[in-house]
């Protein structure tokens, strides 16, 4: 199976990279934790007018209309900076669920796709709650809110709930507990249709965080490789010495085995977000060992000073630890993957690579994995 990126995708990738290394530095994400909202206004703007906001919205509705293989590597771009604000998740979440609904017969298309048009153009944000998640991040920053209630899906105002505050180990994150009700007015889906939402919400949220994840990552490992290189002890660069090479090499190796699996996660997503469990549940523990392997190797070569509050490293280590745990944590996953494992029907082995006609399987096809 063949992720090479086109031209054209690395080359909106870097544009987005440059504009988000100007504008995303550890002074900003600090002047973002004293502020009223926690985000920078004038930056939501920027990305929107680059079609960040846009990218996964139909194009009938005004957006561009590609899919998450385009977008996991913006991704790790927002993850490579610690972006405060949540344009992944309720890009991922969200948005993806508002365009599945305004794509259906259910009765609330048009009302999904007036939203997704405001999205679009930037006027509007729309976060996600799911079951799995306790606390919504930034819900008070977003018009909207994509709530459940069994498996009822509720497109509700923000205006209309009350937000509990609470407290994060990552200052960037304020997260807030909804107190809401549900009616008839606020439902765009239920029953079988609402229950395939939430299960494609879970599945392209875990991805989300997967693919941040790695951009988190690897510039935790930049910053290790550019401190051992600096600092000197005994009149030779820590990062000369072998123990040292060895666990930053370690952490390079999970990188690279991890986003592979994430590419192959998104192409599952793409095409059958109901039936990508197990791909994505792969994508979200390799993704998770390699970042905390990489922020505990990190904090452990730059010593004492690694976890103080002074040291830049703590924004992206704190970062890691607290989306880590977001769409379903190792063991959630785990699970899910061993009981696809244990599916008579997974297609599994070299000989499942390729199906008759040369182009390649796809597993999701054959089996739905397991919860």
């Known amino acids: 199976m063949n992720f090479t990126y086109s031209e054209d995708q690395l080359t909106y990738r870097d544009t987005v990279a ?14 973002r934790w004293t502020s009223a909202q926690g985000i920078d206004a004038n930056l939501t703007q920027q990305l929107a007018d680059m079609g960040l906001n846009a990218l996964l919205v139909p194009e009938s509705c005004g957006g561009l209309g590609l899919s998450e293989l385009d977008f996991i590597l913006l991704a790790q771009e927002c993850g490579r900076v610690a972006l405060p604000e949540p344009l992944v998740e309720n890009a991922m979440a969200a948005t993806a669920m508002l365009s599945e609904v305004a794509s259906s017969d259910l009765a609330a298309a048009n009302q999904c796709q007036d ?21 919504v991040n930034m819900a008070d ?26 407290r994060s180990s990552d200052p960037s994150r304020r997260i807030s507990k909804v107190n809401w009700q549900p009616s008839r007015g606020t439902k765009i889906a239920g029953g079988q249709q609402g229950a395939e939402l939430w299960r494609s919400a879970l599945n392209r949220g875990a991805l989300g965080v997967a693919a941040q994840l790695i951009g988190l990552a690897e510039s935790i490992l930049r910053r290790a490789v550019v401190f051992t290189t600096d600092r000197e002890q005994f009149g030779r660069p820590v990062g000369a010495n072998q123990a040292v ?45 390699a970042a905390l392997l990489t922020v505990r190797h990190g904090m452990q070569v730059h010593g004492a000073m690694g976890y103080t509050w002074e040291c830049d490293l ?26 696809w494992l244990l599916n008579p029907n997974a297609l599994m082995g070299a000989e499942h690579t390729f199906d008759k006609s040369g182009s390649p399987s796809d597993e999701s096809n054959s089996q739905q994995g397991a919860g």
């Open 141 to 166: 920053t977003s018009h909207w809110l994509l709530l459940p209630h069994g498996d009822e899906v509720h497109l509700v105002s923000t205006q209309t709930v009350d937000l509990i505050a609470q």
């Open 115 to 135: 939203t997704l048009k405001q999205i679009a153009t930037g006027n509007a944000s729309v976060a996600c709650g799911h079951w799995i998640n306790p606390y």
């Open 314 to 339: 703590q924004i992206w280590m704190k970062r890691c630890w607290a989306i880590d745990k977001t769409w379903g944590d190792v063991g959630f996953h785990k699970n899910r993957i061993h009981e």
């Open 18 to 31: 440059a504009l988000l290394s100007c504008e995303v530095t550890a002074d900003s994400i600090r002047a």
């Open 245 to 289: 090479k060895h666990l930053l090499a370690d952490c390079a190796v999970s990188l690279e085995f991890a986003k592979p699996v994430i590419a192959r996660a998104a192409y599952a997503v793409a095409n059958s977000p109901t039936r990508a469990d197990w791909a994505v549940s792969h994508a979200k523990v390799a993704a998770s060992y």
